[in-house]
């Protein structure tokens, strides 16, 4: 079972100084270069940044996959987008800064990248819902 998460916003993540307390980090960020309805995760199994790479949280990615409420983002996708690139080496600096550089590829700290595009309000509900437990 999953102990905690972080939930950073890509308009967010200047504010999230030292709270790094999480084992997995959510990053939400919008879609800017394919249409998407709903929510997209990640495939990727390590996010690159220049302060060190950060390690996926695979688990998570299948639990929520399993809803069926969100779809895997394809590789050129997730290449093409910088929305959440933007975010990791902002998350990285806080791994590094809380708990020691080099420890955001440790085994207890995650990040699972989501997409998200177009949503109603029921699509926001429903992965508010899902994601909620993790918190």
Known sequence: ALKEALMAGAATHHRSGGSCKAFTIVALHPSH???????????????????????????????LLKTGEFSLMEQHVDEAEHSG???????????????GVGSA????????????????????????????PYL
Not at 85 to 99: G, H, R, S, V
């Open 85 to 99: 690139e933007m975010q990791y080496p902002y998350i990285a600096k806080i791994i590094n800064d809380t708990l």
């Open 33 to 63: 270069h394919v249409y998407l309805s709903g929510g997209a995760i990640s495939g990727a199994t390590e996010l690159q940044t220049p302060l060190g790479n950060l390690l996926v949280d695979d688990n998570l990615r299948n639990q």
């Open 105 to 132: 590829k440790s085994l207890h700290v995650r990040v699972l990248p989501i997409m998200i595009g177009a949503t109603s309000n029921s699509h926001e509900q429903r992965f508010g819902g899902l994601l909620a």
